[in-house]
């Protein structure tokens, strides 16, 4: 029995051991190349010559944001002529689609809303609005964006690369210090974009698409079939279906927009049991990327084992306690195992004190950061676990909606301290 549990932790902390070196050398990649200030390539097209936007904003029970959504998108330092707002809303029980009509009729050549008449999630929702769109990029906006006002300048200038299919903007926090949860989950996203992606654009990898601040041209999205209905994250599908096709997509970190974080456990479990279950099932479903084995591909793959990966830790963390419990005996291989859990939690430490240095002024009781950070991974990997099973078991696939507030900054700013 102590041979099977020797032979288990061999086999798991070899695939930590790939993917952490595999990642390790992206975020070194991207830490690198985030000094170096990026920027929309210079662009002087006349008004004329400027592309047009369709950008569609897919609702569901958002009255808490959508009107702040509606006018910062409304906000766009774009041409109104050359902008069409596409709101759809999916059959919402709140005053989401009265509060959609009244910035409609202040706005009456600018918005159009649509109303589903059976709510099968958020890929419908978009499909059904491409159907209307009409502008040269389509563009995506969750109801709680907040874009910055040269965002759409930006995008014509990237797009003035013929060959760019597809871009992906940055996504910021704009509730980060509601609370412990908010602030942990705000820098896990920062580190997402600013280290992995920009690391994964500087070396040419796979760019995944995220739902919200995304760009994509329509004639390639129309010939793509659209978004993916029977996904649970049509973003990423999407942008795997585009890499399979060879199309270009290019991560561009000046291009921004705000959105909410989950403030609750609940809601961010329900959040990540999708997500991670929709990577595990897009992995599955496009494994013949590898049939045209490329480094967009290949690293494709790597990326969606993401979930698997955070399994497989929670795998080797219990084969671990397992031992501990029931075996008295003592190998190098098991002595091992312990090592590297430990050195996980050095490293999450290491993570959590930078957090805290981060924090101006520095103060003593933001030292809480740390065992939370740690906290943070393990229920990580529980909900990444969850998912797992429900994959195997097949249980129902819901497209399930995270859940916004309308809160954007709730502390007084003038506190900078964690826990002021």
């Known amino acids: 029995m102590l041979l099977f549990f020797e032979i288990t932790s061999i086999v798991l902390l070899s695939v930590l051991l790939f993917w952490t070196?595999?990642?390790?050398?992206?975020?070194?990649?991207?830490?690198?190349?985030?000094?170096?200030?990026?920027?929309?390539?210079?662009?002087?097209?006349?008004?004329?010559?400027?592309?047009?936007?369709?950008?569609?904003?897919?609702?569901?029970?958002?009255?808490?944001?959508?009107?702040?959504?509606?006018?910062?998108?409304?906000?766009?330092?774009?041409?109104?002529?050359?902008?069409?707002?596409i709101v759809v809303d999916g059959n919402s029980?709140?005053?989401?689609?009265?509060?959609?009509?009244?910035?409609?009729?202040?706005y009456p050549d600018s918005i159009r809303i649509i109303r589903e008449q059976i709510t099968t999630g958020k890929p419908a929702a978009l499909n059904l609005a491409l159907t209307y769109a009409t502008g040269?990029?389509?563009?995506v906006f969750d109801a709680d964006s907040l874009p910055e006002k040269n965002v759409l300048s930006k995008v014509a200038s990237y797009f003035n690369d013929?060959?760019?299919?597809?871009?992906?903007?940055?996504?910021?926090?704009?509730?980060?210090?509601?609370?412990?949860?908010?602030?942990?989950i705000s820098s896990e996203e920062k580190a997402?974009?600013?280290?992995?992606?920009?690391?994964?654009?500087?070396?040419?990898?796979?760019?995944?698409l995220t739902g919200s601040c995304q760009f994509i041209r329509r004639t390639a999205l129309t010939e793509m079939g659209g978004w993916d209905e029977n996904s649970l994250t049509e973003d990423v599908e999407l942008a795997v279906r585009l890499v399979?096709?060879?199309?270009?997509?290019?991560?561009?970190?000046?291009?921004c927009s705000g959105q909410e974080t989950p403030s609750t456990l609940r809601s961010l479990a329900k959040q990540r049991v999708r997500w991670y279950r929709g990577y595990m099932e897009t992995a599955l479903k496009y494994g013949r990327l590898l049939d045209s084995i490329n480094k967009r591909t290949v690293d494709a793959e790597i990326s969606l084992a993401g979930p698997f990966m955070m399994v497989v830790s929670l795998l080797s963390y219990i084969n671990w306690a397992l031992v501990a419990v029931f075996f008295s005996q003592s190998t190098p291989i098991?002595?091992?195992?312990?090592?590297?859990?430990?050195?996980t939690a050095v490293s999450l430490v290491t993570i959590g004190i930078g957090l805290t240095a981060s924090e101006k002024p520095i103060k003593l009781k933001n030292i809480l950061w740390i065992p939370f950070v740690y906290i943070y991974w393990l229920v990580q990997m529980f909900i990444a676990g969850w998912a797992f099973l429900k994959l195997v078991f097949r249980s129902k696939r819901d497209w399930t909606k995270t859940a916004k507030t309308g809160v954007a900054a709730p502390r007084d700013p003038s506190k900078k301290g964690f826990f002021s």
């Open 334 to 343: 098991l002595n091992f195992t312990g090592l590297v859990i430990a050195l």
């Open 93 to 106: 029980v709140d005053n989401t689609y009265s509060v959609c009509d009244k910035v409609r009729q202040q």
């Open 244 to 255: 399979e096709k060879n199309h270009h997509i290019k991560y561009a970190p000046d291009v």
């Open 162 to 184: 013929k060959q760019l299919t597809a871009l992906q903007g940055m996504t910021t926090s704009i509730n980060e210090k509601s609370n412990i949860l908010t602030r942990v």
């Open 21 to 85: 070196v595999y990642n390790g050398s992206i975020i070194y990649v991207g830490i690198k190349n985030k000094r170096k200030v990026k920027t929309a390539p210079d662009s002087s097209c006349a008004v004329e010559e400027l592309p047009t936007f369709s950008i569609i904003v897919p609702t569901k029970n958002e009255e808490s944001v959508i009107q702040r959504c509606l006018i910062g998108i409304l906000s766009i330092d774009y041409p109104k002529d050359k902008l069409q707002v």
């Open 136 to 139: 040269d990029i389509v563009c």
């Open 192 to 208: 997402w974009f600013q280290m992995l992606m920009s690391g994964r654009e500087k070396m040419r990898l796979f760019v995944p």
